[in-house]
């Protein structure tokens, strides 16, 4: 049976969607939302089209067993924020079973199809796994996720990239809030490389996914376009927001559960961004944040850096 602790219902999902939808703002979490997105994903992943994803599971491959031996023997609660399918999670749970740690997953995530399929794979290893349906963005959620003195040491993993997906500089002080002293925390970033970086994104099977959820609801491709932008943040040097969005070419009438949502011709529906940054960038993040870097390894194509970091 699989556990899954509920913090966000899909009730709350979908008035959160129809809200989106009129405010012309998809959130990162309903790319991940309806099933032919979570389809659209496993896609992008298992193709090797979607460079990330290939970068962020080969340093893992790469470093596991090394990142492994910074964690003593014993209990250790791994906390994966925005696990997905949870597939390079659990290369890494497996290194740290394999140096005596005895391991209990937590995958969070807002998506239920890939909460279960993180637990599953956990679970499959013959480790125990509870997963909780949450959003770590709202302050609520993210209070609920805080450790309990009692608890056992705590790794927090914040993989692909996803640290990119929301705000990075209120993100990571998020996660330092997650962290007692003794916790550690393994994040990733890419590193940005202009025309390059736009490329790995602009391409037919990302394009896919960007566009499910819009598909979902009956928007496609006849109704309008999916333009990417290359963005600078001027509060950071080398903080790079990559931007898309949708610019309807007529007047679309979407649906979700008997509901009409109307977008008329030339306005447009910001979609989901994803940061990258320079590589002294990222690592300033974290620093400003009150994070001391205690590992970092780098993709073989440099384009993909992961850090190992604990309360400075």
């Given at each position: 049976m699989i556990a899954i602790q509920s913090l966000l219902?899909?009730?709350?999902?979908?008035?959160?969607?129809?809200?989106?939808?009129?405010?012309?703002?998809?959130d990162e979490k309903f790319f991940y939302w309806f099933p032919l997105?979570?389809?659209?994903?496993?896609?992008?992943?298992?193709d090797g089209a979607y460079r990330n994803y290939v970068r962020s599971r080969s340093l893992i491959v790469q470093s596991a067993d090394r990142l492994a031996g910074f964690v003593q023997p014993g209990s250790l609660e791994v906390v994966s924020l925005g696990s997905g399918q949870g597939d390079k999670d659990l290369?890494?749970?497996?290194?740290?079973?394999?140096?005596?740690?005895?391991?209990?997953?937590?995958?969070?995530?807002?998506?239920?199809?890939?909460?279960?399929?993180?637990c599953q794979g956990a679970m499959g290893a013959?480790?125990?796994?509870?997963?909780i349906k949450a959003d770590f963005t709202r302050s609520d959620h993210l209070a609920a996720l805080a450790p309990d003195p009692a608890t056992p040491p705590r790794l927090v993993l914040l993989l692909g990239n996803t640290l990119g997906a929301f705000d990075p500089l209120a993100a990571a002080r998020q996660l330092r809030a997650l962290l007692r002293p003794h916790d550690l925390l393994i994040v990733d970033g890419e590193i940005y490389a202009a025309q390059h970086t736009v490329a790995g994104y602009d391409n037919p099977l990302n394009r896919r996914f960007a566009w499910a959820?819009?598909?979902?609801?009956?928007?496609?491709?006849?109704?309008?376009?999916?333009?990417?932008e290359d963005r600078v943040d001027a509060r950071l040097p080398g903080l790079h927001p990559l931007a898309k969005h949708f610019r309807a070419t007529r007047e679309v009438r979407a649906g979700l559960g008997?509901?009409?949502?109307a977008l008329p011709a030339g306005e447009r529906l910001d979609l989901n961004h994803s940061y990258k940054y320079d590589a002294d960038t990222f690592v300033r993040i974290l620093t400003d944040a009150g994070l001391a870097v205690r590992w970092r390894g780098t993709s073989d194509d440099a384009r993909f850096l992961m850090v190992l970091a604990g309360p400075a």
């Open positions: 219902t899909e009730n709350a999902l979908a008035d959160e969607f129809v809200a989106a939808f009129q405010a012309r703002r998809f997105s979570v389809r659209a994903w496993l896609a992008l992943c298992s290369l890494l749970l497996n290194a740290l079973s394999r140096h005596g740690v005895h391991v209990s997953y937590v995958p969070v995530d807002t998506s239920l199809a890939l909460l279960e399929l993180a013959g480790l125990p796994a509870q997963g959820p819009l598909v979902a609801v009956g928007i496609t491709e006849q109704d309008g376009e999916l333009v990417f008997g509901e009409t949502m």
